[in-house]
């Protein structure tokens, strides 16, 4: 299943936040909420921080109308006036507008189904800024604005400021900033907001920043009135395949298995004896989905295993090809394939609740169940055996740590690192096949992306790593409503760690 979630994470992500902008005319929800953020953004830096008159006139409508719930209303003419005499005019006392981490949302306005403009919500904050002081936090206030098309760019036409707070003198929330080579986390509320209205019980959310783990947060409900603790479980679908590829390439570094060799040598599957091609199969062609396997042999009408074509001549997604890399290293080692991943990924990684089936030591209680798409309760599988390419049980601390664990094997194994994150088999522009990852590159300072994700009935989970910073994101949701959270999510995340400038 986790080819079609790749597409559809993928795409997000492209248009989101990480390639050149998309055209007025195909603005996906998450582009136009990228795109405004960044005009929101530039408009207050210019605008309101750096008091830039010239440009805020040219970015603001003739026709503004502009709502303060304590200085009135105000047309263009009176805001100018406001702005350059309350704003502006003593730069030793100088009013300051942060936006509130993870608080704008994006709604997109359309006419005939032709975009026009959208309308913008968040919070902010207020600091006054005095000479060799510290930003003294002033008050905060929620704004809602309008923003019109003007050719490629953006008009503010329309401004409600309200809800204008004191600051107080404890928040009841931390919400991480950018700030002290910080990632910013967008703030609990708007995590739960999301998830109450798209029915999705639970999320968890693991930020790793500059090859450290930042956080660990799990939002949401394991049930009705029982809140999801830190360390819940989830299962992950497909992102059982990093952890058996990251397996796979220390065996390699270990001398114990090499990525070229003939897995006929350990393991042939009754299915494809007689076919000759069995003997081109190789490590490296599983982890990089060349095997010429369908994804599940069970989907096919014949139910056996088959080449669909000729192995290493292209690529298409397999769990088949993982499974058929477990039969052979379990024959190779003589060992079960979590006695193998205990001994080379799960204990160096400090992995300690990670589970590739239902045992004792599974808990229950911790247990995110799976809903579908209307919020009904799927039936618990309690599978018993060890699958390379799914259903592995693990919490977001414990992934967390496995994707910090990959970083440090530009260390451990630097030849073999320095393949697992590049590109194997291109597939589109900017976009190929790794080893076990699918490979995204054209970032602004020559970083790179490895994606994975999962996908299974009422499971949605993803793994992001960003080699060059050392950043990277863990996402675990048990529904599927998954991606109108993600749109809304992922572009909170880069924006707010401010990874990334389009080129």
């Known amino acids: ?8 994470l993928a795409t997000t992500l492209l248009f989101a936040a990480l390639l050149p902008a998309a055209t007025a005319a195909n603005l996906t929800p998450a582009a136009l909420h990228q795109a405004l953020s960044q005009k ?5 830096e210019r605008g309101f921080n750096q008091c830039d008159l010239a440009y805020l006139d040219a970015n603001v409508s003739a026709k503004l109308k502009f ?8 047309d263009k003419q009176l805001f100018m006036q406001s702005v350059r005499q309350n704003l502006c005019s003593d730069p030793a006392h100088k009013p300051i507008r942060k936006l509130t981490a993870g608080s704008l949302r994006t709604f997109p306005l359309y006419n005939d ?13 207020f600091y006054l800024r005095e000479p060799g002081k510290a930003d003294r936090l002033t ?6 604005s309008v923003w019109l098309k003007q050719g490629d760019d953006w008009q503010l036409s329309d401004v409600l400021s309200y809800d204008h ?17 910080k990632i910013a986390e967008p703030a609990a509320s708007f995590i739960e907001g999301l998830l109450k209205q798209h029915q999705v019980p639970a999320l968890g959310l693991g930020l790793i920043n500059q090859g450290k783990l930042q956080s660990v947060r799990v939002y949401g409900e394991l049930q009705p ?23 796979t390439l220390r065996l390699v570094a270990a001398g114990k298995l090499n990525l070229d060799e003939p897995l006929a040598r350990y393991w042939v599957d009754p299915d494809i004896k007689a076919d000759p091609r069995h003997l081109l199969l190789t490590p490296r062609l599983v982890l990089t989905h060349q095997t010429g396997f369908a994804n599940w042999r069970y989907l096919k009408p014949t139910k056996k295993l088959q080449f669909q074509f000729q192995p290493g001549t292209r690529h298409q997604y397999s769990g088949e090809g993982f499974e058929y890399l477990r039969k052979a290293l379990e024959a190779k080692f003589g060992q079960p394939l979590e006695q193998l991943a205990k001994q080379y990924v799960f204990t160096p990684a400090g992995m300690t609740d ?31 055996t060890a699958n390379a390419a799914a259903n592995l049980l693990t919490t977001v601390e414990d992934y967390s740590k496995f994707l910090l664990f990959v970083l440090a094997q530009q260390q451990e194994m630097p030849a073999l690192y320095q393949q697992m994150q590049s590109i194997q088999v291109p597939l589109k522009a900017n976009n190929g096949v790794g080893l076990g990852w699918e490979i995204f590159t054209g970032f602004s300072g020559g970083e790179s992306m490895l994606l994975h994700t999962g996908k299974d009935p009422g499971v949605s989970t993803a793994a992001m790593l960003f080699p060059q910073s050392g950043n990277g994101y863990v996402i675990f949701m048990n529904d599927d409503n998954s991606m109108p959270v993600l749109e809304q999510l992922l572009p909170q995340l880069y924006l707010g760690a401010e990874l990334w400038q389009r080129k």
Request: proline content about 6%; cysteine-free.
């Open 67 to 74: 709502y303060h719930d304590r200085g009135g209303f105000q």
């Open 165 to 181: 707070q004191d600051p107080v003198v404890s928040a009841p929330e931390t919400v991480a900033t950018s700030t002290n080579n």
């Open 40 to 44: 929101d953004t530039e408009f207050f």
């Open 354 to 384: 990670t589970h590739f089936y239902w045992t004792p030591a599974v808990d229950e209680q911790r247990y995110a169940r799976n809903h579908d798409a209307k919020g009904q309760l799927l039936p618990l599988e309690k599978y018993a």
């Open 139 to 144: 008050g905060t206030a929620r704004f809602t």
């Open 1 to 8: 299943m986790l080819k079609f979630s790749v597409k559809t």
């Open 113 to 125: 189904n032709v975009l026009y403009g959208a309308i913008q919500h968040g919070e902010h904050e």
């Open 225 to 247: 009135g029982v809140p999801a603790p830190a360390n819940t479980l989830f299962k992950v679908a497909s992102l059982t395949k990093p952890i058996v590829s990251l397996l």
